[in-house]
Structure formats: C-alpha cells, structure tokens
C-alpha cells in the first residue's frame, strides 16, 4: 500500500505541532521534513512525544521548504508565506494543504480588505478546493491545492449552512458570537495573551471585522445558494483550545422547531465527524483533541429565532485534524485515516 | 449621622459572602446578623477577611431570620424563600433588599412558566421598585421592599435599554448571547460544575428558557416602550465571576454607527458605576470586584445590524454590589457609599 | 495474532474513561464489557469520540461485573469493592489488573491505619506484583494479578528510587511535596472540587497522612534496599490533570553534582516511557495525555540536598496507561503496545 | 491629621498597580504621582477603577521620578533602577519603601551571585530596615528607606522564623517548595508566561538559586539566631496571584507535635495580618487580595520533620500590601490603615 511522504511547514506553531503528532501515527504518511526556524536543528522527539521514526527528525529552516522532497507539504504559514510558498510547491508536483487563509476567499478582490495584503495569485484561489469535506466533499478529490478552512469558518459554517439551505431559517440577518480558546491567536510572545491577562477574563475582538466573514458567507452561499451579510462578533475565553459558536438566524415563515434537528441529522447522516446532540448538550470539552464537530439547533419560536450551537476543537477539526481528512479525501483514502483520537 | 442596622439572609452563598464583604466596610451600616444554616454558629471573621466588629458576629439559623432585629434585610436566598420571608420582614417594619426573581418580573401570571412557582403576593410584587438605578432610580427613593435585578439582566438591559429607546435600534429580534462566571450557578456540590467538567470547556445551557428573559424583557420595555421577545442563549465559561453580553439588535433604517456610542454615553453621563468604552474593549477583567459596567456598540453596517457588549461582575454590579446601590438610593445616601472596590 | 478480550470495571471515573479510551485502540484487545452504574444501558460512543465496534458496547450495571466474560478485568473501582472483587475473577480465571490500592502494600497489617479497612486477602497481598514496569518488570512476566501504582507514587517512586540505590543520596529524611490535578480526586459532586474553589487555589491536604505513603517507602526499599520514613505534602492544584513532584533528598558526603543525574539516565537508559531532563526543564504539560514520567534531579551542594523533580499524567501514566502497560507487560506484548498517545 | 503625600514609581506593573489601588483608599495618604513609560499621559481612572481624585492623575515617565514632589516614593521598580534612584530621593528628603531586592541582602557580596549586579551603595544597603513588620518591627519606626520583602521570602521567613527561633525546629536542612501565581513573574510579553503555556502546567524553576534564597536565610537567622543553608524550590503554577509555601524542618529531638502550634500562635498573637490555621487549612483563596498570611504547622514525628504551610497572596503581603504595612509602622500610623481588603 502506497505511503505518501509529507512535511509541515510552520511545525513549531499549535497547529504544526498538532499536525506533526497526527501525520506522525497516520497509517499512509511518512512524515518526511518539518520546518520551523524558532527549533531548527531540534530533534521532533524532543519536542513532542512521538514515537516511530519521525521522532528521530530534525527541524529545519523555513527558507529550504520550497525546495523540499515530499509528496505533500502541509503549509501552517501565515497567509503571505503560504501565497509565496504554494506555487513553487505546485511547480515542483507537491501537493499542497495551505491552512492559512491564502486560497479561501475566491475573489481576489475581498484580501486587501480582510487580509490587509493584494492577492496576486488568482488562477490558484479560484481553482483551489475548500478542505471541508460535509459541506464540499466532491471538488476535492484529486486535489492538488486544498484551501483548508478556518476555525471559526468550520464552526460556524458547519451549524449554518444546512439551516439556511433547508429553507427553515433565512439567509439574512444571521447573527453569531463565537468564543475561542487562546491557541487561536498562535503561539506568540504577547502580554495579550499572557496567563494573567486572559485568565478569568472573557473579551470581544474585531466585531464584524474577523477575516472569516466573508468566508463564512462564502461558504454557506455555495451550498445553500445564498447568504446574507452576517453578523459575527468573535470572543476569546480563557481555554487553552476549542470553539464555541452560537448562531440565531430567523426562522422562515412557518418553520416547526422539530424540522430544524431533523434538517442537521439529515445533512449530516453518515459522517464520521459530525454529531448532531441537543443544543444544550454541545460542549467544547466533548470535542477537545478530536476531529469532531458536535452541533444542535432550538428554536425559539417567541422571538421567531432559531438558534444553532456548535463546538469543535480549533487546533484540529479547525486546522490540523481538518487538513488531514481533506488531504484523505484528495488521496482517496478513508477519510478517517489517522483520525481515531482520543479526546480527553 | 444614622448609622443603619443590616441583616444578610443565605449569607454564606457567593452573593451572601459578597454582600458581607461590603456591609461590613459600608460607613453607614452596621451588620447586626448574618444568617446561614451551613455555617451556624461560626464566626464572620473565620470564614471572611473582615476587620472590626463584623469579625465577631456569628452565623445563625435561617430558621430565625424572619424575626431579625435589624431596619434592612437583604435576602440572598432562593426565590420562594424570599417571597415567604419578604413579607414577614415588611409586616414587621424591615425594610427589605430581595436578590432573588421573587419580586421582578411584575406579572404573577409569568412565575409558573419562567419559575416554577405560583406567586402569591401579587401586591407586594406590583408595587416592588426594580434596583437597577441607571434605569430606574426614580422609583427608589424611600422603597421599602427592592427587587435587585439578575446577573443577566442587568449586564443584558443596560446595554440594549438605551439603544432602543433612542431609536436607533429596532426592539424586535434582538438575539443575545453572554457567557457567564461558574459563581452564577450559586456554590453547590454539583459534578457538573466541578473544576474537572468546567475547566477548559464552554457550554450553552437553557438557550431561550432562562429566567431572566421576561425581565430582560420587561426592563427595557419599560425603559424604551417596547422590547419585542428577545432570544437568549447563556453560555458557561471557566471563570469564576463576571458576564459578557454580546447583543446583536437591528439598526433602524438610516441609523448612523457613530451614533450608538453617542446614545450609550448620553444614557449614562453622570453615572458612577457605568462606563462607555469601544465595543472591542471591554472586558471582564476591569470590571471584576466591582459595581462597575463596561458596555459598548458598534454598527456592522453590512449586516444592518447593532453588536452590543456588556461586561459586569456578576456578584457585585449583578448582585451584593447593585444591591447596596439600591439600598442606598431608597435610603437617600450617596449611591456609591461603601462601593469604592478595588477591583484587580 | 491473539487478541484479548478485556472488560473495564469502574468504567465512568476518569481512570475508567481512559482506560476505555486507550484499550479501544489497542491492537491486541478487543474490548468485551464495560461497567459502570452511572450510565448503564448508554452507549459507549455517545460519552467517548470511540471508533470501532467498542462505540457500540453498553455500559452494564456493575452487579454483573464478577461474571463477566474476559480474559482479562481492569478495576478501576474503590479499594474495597476491587478487594472483593479481584479473588472472585481469579477464581473464574479471568486475569485482574487493580487500579486501586487494594493490593499495593505488602502488608495486611498496613490498612486499618492507612486505608481504613481491615484486609481480608493476606495471600493475594502478597503475591501481587507491583505494576511499575520500570521498578518491577521482573515480577510481572505471566502475572495474573496486578496491583497498579498509585498516581504520587508512581511520579515520586521513580524519581527517589534510583537515587537512592545509587548511595548517592542517603534513605532517610526524605521530603516530598506533591501538586496534583483535580481529577486526582475522583469524579464527584464535591463543593470542594467545584471550579468555584479550586479555581485560583493552591492548598495542602493529608500531609503526611496520604495513603501512598507507604507504597512509596515499600517501592523504595524494595528497589533501593532501604528508605526511611518519608515525610509526604500532598497539594491540590487547578489542573485538571498531571503530577508534578518535588522530592528533596539528603546528599550522601562526597556525592558530586553530576552523578545524579548520570543515575537517573543509567537507571532508565531503554525506557520508553521515562525521559531524563534536567529538573528546571520538568514540566506536567510536556506528559499529559501520555504515559511518559519526565524526572531530573539537580544537588544543592550549600544545603547538602539533592531535589529531584519528576512529572507524570496522573490519569496515564498515573492510572490507566501505566495499567496498560503492566498488563502488555505480563501478557508477554510490547510493553507500549497502545500507548502511542499523542499528547497535547 | 497630616496627609502624606505618596508617589508609585513603576505604577503599570502589577504591584505598582496594586500600590495604586491601595493608596488611592489610604486615608492618611494624598496620591501625588504615578509614574510608567508605558502609560505616560493616560488617566489612571481610565486604567484602574478608581474613585475620587487619584482617578485624574496622568502617569508620568519614569525619567521624571527622581524629582517627584512627595513626602514618600514607592518604588515598584528593578533592583538596578531602585539602586539607582533612592539615594536620589532620599538626598531629596523623600522616604522610599522600595519592592525591590535592591536593599535586602545586607552583605553587598552576596549580590553580583544571586542579582548579578555590583551593589554600588554599601552603606545604604547595611542601613535598610526590612519590611517585615511582624518579624523586624522594631527597626521600621521613623525609617526613611524600607526594603520590602521579597513574595516568596515572606511567605517562607514567616512560617520558618518562629519554629526555628522556639527550638522546635532545626535551623539546618530546611526544604522549601513554593508554588507562585504567575504575576510573581511581572507584566510582561513572553510567551512562557502565556495562557496556553502556563494553563493546566506546573513546572519547577531556577531549584536552589531564586534570589530570595539568601534573603530567607538572612531573615530566619536574624530572627532565630541561625540560619543554615536552606533549599528551596520554587514552582510556577495557573493561578493568577497567591503563594503556597510548603516547609519542611528537621524537628528537634524530643520537640512534641502539638508545641508547633503553640510557637506559632505565640509569636504572630495580636497581629492583624497573620493567622494560624490547622496546616491542612491553608489556602490561596483566603488570602487572596487581602494584606494577610494564612500559616500552620505540623509534625510528622514519624519521619522526624516539621511541615510547615504557609500562603499570601504575592502582589499584597508579597509586595503592595507589606509595602503599605511597613509605610503605616514608619510613620507611626496603625500598620493596619488602608488594609481592610475584601479578599475574595
């Protein structure tokens, strides 16, 4: 059976790191080459608690991972890194899973606003496929570019998607509040993020300006045909990893709170990732460490509202577990494949 | 200068210990009695850092509370406790400061459906002026019985009262999320809220079935005319004290973003405990240990929709705090007597 | 290849989760039976993200539990009930692994005081090898009972033990101080573990009366020849799980600095779960979620002392893997079959 | 009665914050200046909630400092700075309390080990009364510099003064492990103090070589008469704020377990900020935000050592708190004035 080669690039962050651990059980990868400046020469066992072989290897410099010799590269770069990196890649027959938000938004025409930076590679953006299998499953067999999600954009996009496109709620007027375990803003030296700054403190950030708007928006109209400026006000909680995310969206005319359970339970019948519970019953803790999203919805037919909640852990259905089922469905394996975690 | 009598009822509760805390400081108070089953016959002074003679006092039965020698009472117990002893206390010249629901929501027909009880004192709840000064301070002045509002309420009201009032903001569909501190579960031997099952997780709970939604609703109809039903989803988060509201509201046609700061600050100039700061900064962690109120808005014009965010500690200003603001706006003190927190 | 059919007794705590979590995936284990009153008739894969057919096992109540149908039963029940309940599988030949204390101390003697129980089975007692593979892996070849270590006394054995031996450090005035997780103390409905208490806490408790005093002293000399009386400070800290140990010694004359840690290394040169560090480099992050104990041991020549740290996930490598392992151990399987837990 | 005017130079930084809080509150204190590069032109009410006229001091760069008008000078400054500054303010006329290490050691050879820095004020250093009212109130009266005791050091001096000094306790092979909150470490930007690093960790730190390691040895043997070499291990734990101190003594022959107590209720009888509570008993959370020292003493008679427990919250009885403690017995004010804290 075919074993493909892999690097990660950007391996010292929390999601390269999440990365290295997953790549380093999955039963068709050798991990080949990590890259991260901040612990170039380190051994990856001294880092981590691998076990195998790809304890043995070595970090080593970003600057060389252009050049690198492995079927796939997973990119956990920062969005200009990754617009530079992906194409030399591509050039060179690696295939590419980018987990920065480089290849998500379609139009090239939304980054300087959301990104703060011109795209200068629109061919790749409007071809690569959107590594969220539920919701895009068919474009991305076969991929060579895979645009891996956000984290807040798998939450929220996951509880949304199916409500709006069963005509039970509306396209417009959605409104969301997500909270955030602090790995979201990455590792970083920043008395922001500072033990004693984020503990016992609940704050809000960029209310209606996180750049995953427009790629919620974006997501949710491909598959339910359209989709309303949306709302979204992103909170950071003091956990160290996780997504919580509650969605009200108006309730159609007629709409009976049943059919909204029903509506998820039907989208999502069969998926190993997905489970539809409650929506009193969503928690992070039930996802940490795993590649699951558990979501529910209620209506709350007073206000004429229906809300969905949904939780993932951020660091793995929201980037690095994500990218390995993505790049299992571009491989044809089992989507599944090295994703047996144990939560916890 | 009068020196007034005070008695805590459910004095060993988190608001209980809060109110302790500050009567025991408050220059025109002497705390003639705390009452506490669970911690009968202790001294203050074990169990809290008080200096002076409320360091002596000792706990006593609740059994005995309705017959307390004391010109205030401030009840920390359950709804239906308070509705029971309320009267007795009032029927013998106390002067009573309820925290719990017993006395807010002004219709009794609500209690059954939100509380679970039938309410039968509904003169002393139509008359029962509600504690929130910033929005209701007229009705205080000499209240003998004061029903102080909910955590929730508080933080939710005092942000979305203004907006719709002035217009701005449309009193329909408002959609509400606010996570809380574990604190306002009140302290019970519960798994659900151990150390292990809270910490790291995030959680919805009773979305669109919480208590406080009638009296959210009630607050700012009062306050602006009309609040139509209104969506809230309570969240708990892994601190111990403190609520951020996210409230998303409908702009009203042609309504400008620069002026929902400007209505905010106008709500507020003068007050003590309220501050208006940008949507984006405020926190729990300023607020924490105070009477304080952080609120802001922003317009996410897109979306044509309003984002308003309220932090409070939900022991102080959603609680003891707000209850001895209440107090000493019936009794004609200064409103900050005894409220000069440290916070931190 | 054989595979064992293994049942998990006790399987709702937080040892019992994680053994079920771990024994899913091991590939020589089929789990057969789980027990656990709390959720009996439930689903397995509706508490735990399991994958596989053990997702589909029933929790059963634990009266049957004495019947089951295994070869092999891990107790993750009270000392007393895995008293009871151990003799009864052996005699069905159903081979036992204790989590308990039940069989660790030698000595029937021992329990009133330690344990509070008088101990019926003075045979099993003494025949019951100690599951601390690293100490003890002689014994546990073939073992049909195992008694496995307590979470203080795996971290705290395995760092004191081999310092002593190595007549670096004299047996006697050994002084421990030991910071836990809150999982450490069972899952319960506890004020006391509530996140509300142990949340910003640090406190001490049983010094010098915890009942792993003597499993320490009785590992130690048997490893090492003798040890002293040693004076024990257990501390309940805001985690929600791992161990980290601090253990002071005093230097043997003539003992250099660099000898300890050349001890440490010597002693577990091939291990695949103990990590040599240096002990300002200790950290319970760098082992939770695996079955690894990090130690390091540094002299403080001006006090004539040696300190050795050591840092293990109370629930792993503390519990349920170290469970594991000893039962790899003496079913003659790669002692880390299984146990290639990623971390994080 | 005269107001002291009182100036914080270093105000931004966690203990200049809480001097802040604290002396805006003093009633026999004027605040005249505050002084942070990082703040320079802010209104501290803006920072801090405040109430009355502190709200509207700005805070003023550092440089300015040595000139302040002010009758003291709080210095929450580096040692190297306070070594630099108040022989300035001290020409001047000003009285200093400085929070550094600057003016503890005594011995200016001790400092280029433990401060890596030449001690250039020899006279100064030798003359410093130390801020610990409870063990050194004699030499603090009419003092025009105090040097404030270090966090971990009062916690420990404390808790092993008085046991050394009854005889008790042998002054030699003193153990010391100490967990600290993480504002022990200061404000800054580092990504080992940030959330994700610090939460749900414990690790050890510079084990035999903190600092204040020669500043407890100097206490304890100016308090007890001698003092041998003492180890001490500190731990950085996910508490915000608070110290636990776990001591461990060689208890002398024939010394009676119950006589430790005695020692410490004895020495600490009449002091309002130290409380002797069954070892088992202490917590950071009763000490926490308040000017106090919970402590507590056991015998472990069979493994001949003393265990003693002692907890402060590190940024008040640690730093702000004593500071003010030691300014009251200076002036010649009740030590406890501006001290009633609420905790909690």
Partial sequence: MHT??????????????????????????????????????DEAGARLP??????????????????????????ATPAE???ELAPR???RGVRVVDLSGAF???????????????HDQPELLAAAP???????????????????????????????????KSGLCLPDGIAVTAMSGVSGAGRKASEDYSFCEVGEDLRAYRIGRHQHVPEIERTV??????????????????IRRGILATCTLRLAPGASPGELARAL????????????????????????????????????????????????????????GQAVQAFNAAMGFDEALGLDLLGG
Wanted: glycine share 8%; charged share 20%.
């Fill in 130 to 164: 959107y590594g969220l299998p539920e919701l895009c499953r068919a474009e991305l067999a076969g991929a060579r570019l895979v645009s891996n999600p956000g984290c807040y954009a798998t939450a929220i996009a996951l509880a949304v998607a199916p409500l709006v």
């Fill in 265 to 320: 339970e039907g989208a999502y019948a069969g998926e190993p990732f997905v489970r539809v519970v409650p929506a009193d019953r969503v928690k992070v803790a039930d996802v940490a460490r795993t590649n699951r999203c558990h979501l529910g919805a209620t209506a709350d037919v007073r206000a004429g509202l229906a809300v969905a909640v949904s939780a993932i852990d951020n660091l793995v259905k929201g980037a690095a």
């Fill in 104 to 118: 998500r938004l379609g139009d090239p025409a939304l980054y300087p606003q959301w990104y703060g930076f011109a």
């Fill in 221 to 238: 109209a491909r598959h339910a045909g359209r989709c309303g400026p949306l709302s979204f006000t992103p909170v950071l909680a003091p």
């Fill in 81 to 83: 890194v990754s617009l």
């Fill in 4 to 41: 493909c080669t892999a690097a990660v690039v950007g391996a010292s962050g929390y999601a390269g790191l999440e990365l290295t651990r997953i790549l380093s059980r999955h039963p068709r990868v050798r991990l080949a080459a990590l890259f991260s400046d901040r612990w170039s020469d």
């Fill in 89 to 91: 890649l591509l050039a």
């Fill in 50 to 75: 691998l076990q195998g072989p790809a304890a043995a290897l070595r970090y080593r410099p970003l600057a060389g991972s252009a050049d690198v010799e492995a079927e796939v590269a997973f990119l």
